[in-house]
T-cell receptor, first 117, second 115 residues
Framework: GNSVTQMEGPVTLSEEAFLTINCTYT??????LFWYVQYPGEGLQLLLK?????DKGSNKGFEATYRKETTSFHLEKGSVQVSDSAVYFC????????????????FGQGTILTVHP | EAQVTQNPRYLITVTGKKLTVTCSQN?????MSWYRQDPGLGLRQIYY???????DKGDVPEGYKVSRKEKRNFPLILESPSPNQTSLYFC??????????????FGPGTRLTVL
């Protein structure tokens, strides 16, 4: 079955540091890939997405590139802020439209990011 | 404002006492889904619905029921809650997950404790 593996957390950085959160996946076919962010006490929000190989998703200074050859979708940001402190989830969704897993997002375990001033 | 709402946000109950967590979306989405979030496990799908009166099991459906009588509502029912159902629950909806990149919108979550 499908699976997503994220780097172990928590990750603690100083403001303006460079951020990388690794994400690798196992899936059949060509899944869509997503990064969701969960701020304290809130639900998940879509941060960025990519739907095919070599696509780069970007939003709010975050970027991730769909690498089919390495089955990876690493999240990066050049300069983090205190307001980026949150839990980050990598997820995939299968490309096919039917079956018992229709529409299901398969999530990684989440990475807690804390940014200090 | 486009949103997914859940109620209650917090609930403490006892083993065996039936409960319902409501979920409603105002985006006219056909697809709705329930997930539970547990530490170290990420989110796992419980049930999903492709449209009114069409529901199916996800990865962890045991102990849960759902119904989809109206397009906007998708309640999660625990007929006899047990302590292993203590978790953070999220409802989500989207227009059509068969489309690449279709975004799922999540509710704020319901934190359930079963004593």
């Amino acid at each position: 079955g499908n699976s997503v593996t994220q780097m172990e957390g928590p990750v603690t950085l100083s403001e303006e540091a460079f951020l990388t959160i690794n994400c690798t996946y196992t899936a059949t076919g060509y899944p869509s890939l997503f990064w969701y962010v969960q701020y304290p006490g809130e639900g998940l929000q879509l941060l960025l997405k990519a739907t095919k190989a070599d696509d780069k998703g970007s939003n709010k200074g975050f970027e991730a590139t769909y690498r089919k050859e390495t089955t990876s979708f690493h999240l990066e940001k050049g300069s983090v802020q205190v307001s980026d402190s949150a839990v980050y989830f990598c997820a995939l969704r299968e490309a096919h439209a039917g079956g018992t897993s229709y529409g299901k997002l398969t999530f990684g375990q989440g990475t807690i990011l804390t940014v200090h001033p | 404002e486009a949103q997914v709402t859940q109620n209650p946000r917090y609930l403490i109950t006892v083993t065996g006492k039936k409960l319902t967590v409501t979920c409603s979306q105002n985006m006219n989405h056909e697809y709705m889904s329930w997930y539970r979030q547990d530490p170290g496990l990420g989110l796992r799908q419980i049930y999903y619905s492709m449209n009114v009166e069409v529901t199916d099991k996800g990865d962890v459906p045991e102990g849960y029921k759902v119904s989809r009588k109206e397009k906007r509502n998708f309640p999660l029912i625990l007929e006899s809650p047990s302590p292993n159902q203590t978790s953070l629950y999220f409802c989500a909806s989207s227009f059509s997950p068969g489309l690449a990149g279709d975004e799922q919108f999540f509710g704020p979550g319901t934190r359930l404790t079963v004593l």
